[in-house]
Nanobody, 124 residues
Framework: QVRLVESGGGLVQAGGSLNLSCVAS????????MGWFRQAPGQEREFIAS????????YVADSVKDRFTVSKDNAKNTAYLLMNTLKPEDTAIYYC?????????????????WGQGTPVTVSS
């Protein structure tokens, strides 16, 4: 059974940073494509980043690429989303997702597994 568990969310002031973690079980990150998404109240789930089988192959949304970085530690089977210079508009629930296969994608429908989400609130 595949399980993804996010952590690291919380309340932060504008300009601050958070590093979200996503621990995977029942699935090997070195053989999976990882994705990060967020969903603000009343809005659709938005793509943030995707990371390929190799950690150095990433695809980050233009809206956050200057501030957010994705990485993973295969030994810990954990993916990370480092968020810098946070803004109030970054407030949302953040989800990690995983898919089998090798192709990165921004399409949420292509991800088979999802975590429960971790809330991030950025105060002005």
């Amino acid at each position: 059974q595949v399980r993804l568990v996010e952590s690291g969310g919380g309340l932060v002031q504008a300009g601050g940073s958070l590093n979200l973690s996503c621990v995977a079980s029942g699935l090997t990150l070195s053989r999976s494509v990882m994705g990060w998404f967020r969903q603000a109240p009343g809005q659709e789930r938005e793509f943030i980043a995707s990371m390929g089988l190799r950690s150095d192959v990433t695809y980050v949304a233009d809206s956050v690429k200057d501030r957010f970085t994705v990485s993973k530690d295969n030994a810990k089977n954990t993916a990370y989303l480092l968020m810098n210079t946070l803004k109030p508009e970054d407030t949302a629930i953040y989800y990690c997702a995983a898919r089998t296969g090798a192709a990165m994608t921004s399409n949420r429908d292509h991800y088979e597994y999802w975590g429960q989400g971790t809330p991030v609130t950025v105060s002005s």
